[in-house]
Structure formats: structure tokens, C-alpha cells
């Protein structure tokens, strides 16, 4: 029965049409996966690319030819997750804990000499920690660290990192003459990509990223196609350097990368003459105003110009603090307090969620407390419930808290 339902539905989404590409969702690839279980559909879309009242058209489109076929009593979009995971996360770094991009709006704000300083501290507390470096055009991350090729492959021809100090190391720069890099557009967009899926990391615990400055191709690229898990922005407590910040910061969070934090850097210096710090910008505090968490403030100094090729024990204390906050910042962001009565549908497909979701509904007592956590946009949960108690009424406390960009806590009250 369920089979024959199967084909019936397809046949009926096959009549759907992607509105932009004017083809069929199933041609167009909107279509991921279709269950029927019961009377039960639940069909899996990608609708990532979308606007959102595109998306919602779309969605009401199929709901309503799935619901049209005899034998569905009930008919559900699920949509696919739209940031990349770890599962989706290019072969060498599929298993690192994380990917901290660090980004400036400017350059010569000694944004990689921060992101050098970054993987320094952390490969020095014992992380295994890998470099890559996204500077295309500019890609300083060798000089600083005094670390030449030739970049060796493996058997597959894919290239493997550069080791030093601790740190395994990817860059353009490893694989270029003294030639200026003059790519643009597709070829920059299409280099960066393939050398970051390429490249043969060893099992990392962090990856650092040291992105170009300001927001153009090659850090849309990164974006869109590397799983970001969170930003450092680097900038100077100058005025204009701090404006340009805040719409960088709008940048990634309108694509879900979290923001970690602020780097102040080159604010002040030590007189050699009377010892005192002095203001290199002068008084005031610009960097209050982007309301985002300053990480540390890193003054200018012969220490942080001399650290990359320093030896652990010579680490300026302030990359350490560094390297802690980013650290303290990223739990901060990405754990997760699941309540003990919550029901975890997380990593579950989207059959088994609504099976599950449904067993638990029944299981509990009607006008108690129901909480539920997802990894996917639970809005669809929503109209699932109500089809599953046919009493709209019922369900008009329904809150959604999104605990972090892939983590959604949904409360409601148990129909």
C-alpha cells in the first residue's frame, strides 16, 4: 500500500514546477527524499536558495498535491538543513572540532598576523591545529611564518599541508612563484574552493582561516562553501576601520556564521623613552559601538611582530588570552542546555522524527509542557501537530528559540 502511495505522490510532485528554473522540483533538484508511511508523507526539499515567500509558495505547492492523492491523510515539507555540518565538511577536516574564520573589513589591520598568533596559541595548549590561508591575492600566512614548499600530494594527487611548529599549513603562497596573484572572479572563486577540499589535513582539532580582507568574491566563497563554525574580526580602533566592521559583521551573520568576537589590535604603544602607553589613535572607544564581545586588545609591539617564528615558550601572553577566549566564546555559543524532560529529534530522519514527535505527543499528558529540540527549522513541526490533534486552537502557544545555528528548542503545550 505504502509503495503504491510512494509512486502516486512522486507522480503528483512531478507536476510541481520550480517557480525560477520553470522545470519540474524533481529536474531542478528541489526534491531530496519522499516517505510514506501510513497515510503519512513527509517530503524532503531544498529550498535553501529561495527567498523566504518563495519558499513558503513552494511549500504550500507540494503539501497541497501530496495531500490531493487518495490514501494521504496527512502531508508534510521537511526542509533540508541549509549550513553545511560536519558530515558535509571537505574529506581531511571532516572530523575537526571546529573552523574559526578570522576577518577584517580593511587591510593592514594585522589580520594575519592575528590569525597566525591564533593557531600558534592554540597548537601551543596542545591543539592540533591547522592553517589555511584564503588571502588569494594577498597570502602572507608563509612569510610570517618563514615556511616555504614545494607542497607534496598524496597518491590521489591531492596536496598535503606544510608542517611548522606545530601547526600543518595551507596557502596559495606555498605553491607560487614571487609572480603577483592577478586571479579574479571565477578562476580566484574556483582555485580557493578546490584547495580547500583538496588539501589533506590530518585529523584537526581547529582549522584557522585567515580570509582576505573586506567582503568580496573570495569571502562570499568561504561562506557559501566552507563550514564556518565561527569569526573573528580583527580591526584598529580607528573610526573608519570600525564603520567598515559593522557591515562586515552583517556580512556573515546574514549566512548563520556566528560573530565570536572583536580583536582590538595595534590601539596603543609603549614609549621606549618615558614607558607609558600611549594612544596610536587616540582616546576614545569606536569598538564599543559594533555591541559585540572584544576578545582581547593586542597593543603594538615588537612581540606580536616577532612571534611567528618564536618558540612556544615566547609567546606573547596575549596570544594565550587569545586563544582562551575564542575557546570560552565558541562553548558559549555552541552548547546547548537540552532540558531533561525534552524530547531530542536531532540527527533523527524525517520519518523517524515525526514518529517520533507523534509517540511522544500520546505518551504524555494532555495540557502539560511539551519541548522538543531539533537541528532543522522546526516551523513545519508546527502544522504536523495540528494535523496530528486536528484542534488549531490548541496549539496557539508554540515558541521557537534558536539556541544556536543549528540548534532550535520549540516549547508548546501538549494537545
Given at each position: 500500500?505504502?509503495?503504491?502511495?510512494?509512486?502516486?505522490?512522486?507522480?503528483?510532485?512531478?507536476?510541481?514546477?520550480?517557480?525560477?528554473?520553470?522545470?519540474?522540483?524533481?529536474?531542478?533538484?528541489?526534491?531530496?527524499?519522499?516517505?510514506?508511511?501510513?497515510?503519512?508523507?513527509?517530503?524532503?526539499?531544498?529550498?535553501?536558495?529561495?527567498?523566504?515567500?518563495?519558499?513558503?509558495?513552494?511549500?504550500?505547492?507540494?503539501?497541497?498535491?501530496?495531500?490531493?492523492?487518495?490514501?494521504?491523510?496527512?502531508?508534510?515539507?521537511?526542509?533540508?538543513?541549509?549550513?553545511?555540518?560536519?558530515?558535509?565538511?571537505?574529506?581531511?577536516?571532516?572530523?575537526?572540532?571546529?573552523?574559526?574564520?578570522?576577518?577584517?573589513?580593511?587591510?593592514?589591520?594585522?589580520?594575519?598576523?592575528?590569525?597566525?598568533?591564533?593557531?600558534?596559541?592554540?597548537?601551543?595548549?596542545?591543539?592540533?591545529?591547522?592553517?589555511?590561508?584564503?588571502?588569494?591575492?594577498?597570502?602572507?600566512?608563509?612569510?610570517?611564518?618563514?615556511?616555504?614548499?614545494?607542497?607534496?600530494?598524496?597518491?590521489?594527487?591531492?596536496?598535503?599541508?606544510?608542517?611548522?611548529?606545530?601547526?600543518?599549513?595551507?596557502?596559495?603562497?606555498?605553491?607560487?612563484?614571487?609572480?603577483?596573484l592577478a586571479w579574479r572572479g571565477a578562476m580566484a572563486h574556483d582555485a580557493l574552493s578546490e584547495l580547500f577540499e583538496d588539501t589533506r589535513w590530518r585529523d584537526?582539532?581547529?582549522?584557522?582561516?585567515?580570509?582576505?580582507?573586506?567582503?568580496?568574491?573570495?569571502?562570499?566563497?568561504?561562506?557559501?562553501?566552507?563550514?564556518?563554525?565561527?569569526?573573528?574580526?580583527?580591526?584598529?580602533?580607528?573610526?573608519?576601520?570600525?564603520?567598515?566592521?559593522?557591515?562586515?559583521?552583517?556580512?556573515?551573520?546574514?549566512?548563520?556564521?556566528?560573530?565570536?568576537?572583536?580583536?582590538?589590535?595595534?590601539?596603543e604603544f609603549v614609549c621606549d623613552e618615558c614607558g607609558e602607553p600611549h594612544e596610536l589613535f587616540g582616546e576614545g572607544d569606536p569598538i564599543a559601538a559594533l555591541?559585540?564581545?572584544?576578545?582581547?586588545?593586542?597593543?603594538?609591539?615588537?612581540?606580536?611582530?616577532?612571534?611567528?617564528?618564536?618558540?612556544?615558550?615566547?609567546?606573547?601572553?596575549?596570544?594565550?588570552?587569545?586563544?582562551?577566549?575564542?575557546?570560552?566564546?565558541?562553548?558559549?555559543?555552541?552548547?546547548?542546555?537540552?532540558?531533561?524532560?525534552?524530547?531530542?529529534?536531532?540527527?533523527?530522519?524525517?520519518?523517524?522524527?515525526?514518529?517520533?514527535?507523534?509517540?511522544?505527543?500520546?505518551?504524555?499528558?494532555?495540557?502539560?509542557?511539551?519541548?522538543?529540540?531539533?537541528?532543522?527549522?522546526?516551523?513545519?513541526?508546527?502544522?504536523?501537530?495540528?494535523?496530528?490533534?486536528?484542534?488549531?486552537?490548541?496549539?496557539?502557544?508554540?515558541?521557537?528559540?534558536?539556541?544556536?545555528?543549528?540548534?532550535?528548542?520549540?516549547?508548546?503545550?501538549?494537545?
Amino acid at each position: 500500500m505504502d509503495d503504491a502511495i510512494h509512486d502516486d505522490v512522486e507522480a503528483a510532485l512531478r507536476k510541481v514546477r520550480d517557480p525560477e528554473a520553470d522545470l519540474s522540483v524533481f529536474e531542478a533538484g528541489l526534491i531530496e527524499n519522499i516517505h510514506t508511511t501510513d497515510g503519512t508523507v513527509v517530503i524532503e526539499v531544498d529550498l535553501h536558495d529561495f527567498p523566504p515567500q518563495e519558499a513558503e509558495s513552494v511549500t504550500a505547492t507540494l503539501v497541497e498535491a501530496a495531500s490531493a492523492v487518495e490514501g494521504v491523510e496527512r502531508a508534510h515539507v521537511e526542509r533540508v538543513p541549509d549550513t553545511p555540518d560536519t558530515d558535509g565538511r571537505a574529506a581531511g577536516i571532516a572530523t575537526a572540532d571546529r573552523v574559526i574564520a578570522v576577518a577584517s573589513a580593511k587591510g593592514g589591520v594585522g589580520k594575519s598576523t592575528v590569525a597566525t598568533g591564533l593557531a600558534r596559541a592554540l597548537a601551543a595548549d596542545g591543539e592540533a591545529v591547522g592553517l589555511f590561508d584564503a588571502d588569494i591575492h594577498g597570502p602572507n600566512v608563509p612569510e610570517l611564518l618563514e615556511v616555504s614548499g614545494p607542497v607534496h600530494s598524496d597518491d590521489e594527487g591531492n596536496p598535503i599541508p606544510v608542517e611548522t611548529r606545530g601547526i600543518e599549513v595551507m596557502s596559495v603562497g606555498l605553491m607560487s612563484d614571487s609572480a603577483p596573484l592577478a586571479w579574479r572572479g571565477a578562476m580566484a572563486h574556483d582555485a580557493l574552493s578546490e584547495l580547500f577540499e583538496d588539501t589533506r589535513w590530518r585529523d584537526p582539532d581547529t582549522v584557522v582561516i585567515d580570509l582576505p580582507p573586506g567582503t568580496g568574491d573570495i569571502a562570499l566563497t568561504t561562506l557559501q562553501s566552507v563550514p564556518i563554525d565561527g569569526v573573528v574580526f580583527v580591526t584598529t580602533p580607528f573610526h573608519a576601520a570600525v564603520s567598515d566592521t559593522h557591515r562586515s559583521l552583517q556580512l556573515f551573520e546574514e549566512n548563520d556564521v556566528p560573530v565570536l568576537g572583536i580583536v582590538s589590535n595595534m590601539g596603543e604603544f609603549v614609549c621606549d623613552e618615558c614607558g607609558e602607553p600611549h594612544e596610536l589613535f587616540g582616546e576614545g572607544d569606536p569598538i564599543a559601538a559594533l555591541n559585540r564581545p572584544v576578545l582581547s586588545e593586542l597593543p603594538f609591539t615588537e612581540a606580536m611582530q616577532t612571534f611567528p617564528t618564536a618558540s612556544d615558550d615566547h609567546l606573547p601572553s596575549s596570544l594565550r588570552a587569545l586563544a582562551d577566549a575564542v575557546r570560552r566564546r565558541y562553548d558559549e555559543i555552541w552548547s546547548v542546555d537540552v532540558p531533561s524532560n525534552a524530547l531530542d529529534i536531532r540527527g533523527l530522519s524525517a520519518e523517524d522524527r515525526y514518529d517520533a514527535v507523534e509517540t511522544h505527543v500520546a505518551n504524555g499528558e494532555s495540557g502539560t509542557t511539551m519541548q522538543v529540540v531539533s537541528d532543522r527549522d522546526p516551523a513545519p513541526l508546527r502544522s504536523y501537530l495540528i494535523d496530528l490533534v486536528d484542534d488549531i486552537d490548541s496549539l496557539e502557544r508554540f515558541a521557537v528559540k534558536q539556541q544556536n545555528p543549528e540548534t532550535w528548542l520549540v516549547r508548546t503545550v501538549r494537545p
